[in-house]
T-cell receptor, first 113, second 112 residues
Framework: EPEVTQTPSHQVTQMGQEVILRCVPI?????FYWYRQILGQKVEFLVS????????KSEIFDDQFSVERPDGSNFTLKIRSTKLEDSAMYFC???????????FGPGTRLTVL | SQQGEEDPQALSIQESENATMNCSYK?????LQWYRQNSGRGLVHLIL?????REKHSGRLRVTLDTSKKSSSLLITASRAADTASYFC????????????FGGGTRVLVKP
């Protein structure tokens, strides 16, 4: 069964460094998302992406964040200058065009030191 | 409370018992979905119920939706130790992109 994959599973970085989190959505899906979950808290929406552009973003998704679909299969989230409070589990999700279910990847645990 | 709040926050039951958890939300929705998350892992989609549906079944899962009360319930029948996880409701408003708004989750412990 097709699934969303994410790499790396765990990323440790120093404050101020740039990180890129990678996702491979399910191949026939057209909508892509990033969410994050700070330890012990709710899953929070960051950004949605459709037709090669951002369709919606949350207040969390400030200028330090960017997303890209560089090659038609990968979907990346870049954080330019990480802060301690960016430490969280980051989930990628994708959705097919005709259904409302979103399918989530296993997540990348980002630890900012 | 915020959109998508579950109660109880934690639930402990014995195997074979039923587990019921509730979700309340504030604004109108298009769909409500339930997800399961095992500790430190990803979110697994369980079931989706549309705003014009009142009840839906999938295996041992039963979901109800009451749009007049802005609430939903998830019932897991004949629970198993493997059902131990956190369960989240998530709503969308049907807008383009359909972002999900998650609740805080219910932690379910099923004791063998």
């Amino acid at each position: 069964e097709p699934e969303v994959t994410q790499t790396p599973s765990h990323q440790v970085t120093q404050m101020g460094q740039e990180v890129i989190l990678r996702c491979v959505p399910i191949s026939n899906h057209l909508y892509f998302y990033w969410y994050r979950q700070i330890l012990g808290q709710k899953v929070e929406f960051l950004v949605s992406f459709y037709n090669n552009e951002i369709s919606e973003k949350s207040e969390i998704f400030d200028d330090q964040f960017s997303v890209e679909r560089p090659d038609g299969s990968n979907f990346t989230l870049k954080i330019r200058s990480t802060k301690l409070e960016d430490s969280a589990m980051y989930f990628c999700a994708s959705k097919p065009p005709t259904y409302n279910e979103q399918f989530f990847g296993p997540g990348t645990r980002l630890t900012v030191l | 409370s915020q959109q998508g709040e579950e109660d109880p926050q934690a639930l402990s039951i014995q195997e074979s018992e039923n587990a019921t958890m509730n979700c309340s939300y504030k604004t109108s929705i298009n769909n409500l979905q339930w997800y399961r998350q095992n500790s430190g892992r990803g979110l697994v989609h369980l079931i989706l119920i549309r705003s014009n549906e009142r009840e839906k079944h999938s295996g041992r899962l039963r979901v109800t939706l009451d749009t007049s009360k802005k609430s939903s319930s998830l019932l897991i029948t004949a629970s198993r130790a493997a059902d131990t996880a956190s369960y989240f409701c998530a709503t969308d408003k049907g807008a383009a992109g359909n972002k999900l708004t998650f609740g805080g989750g219910t932690r379910v412990l099923v004791k063998p």
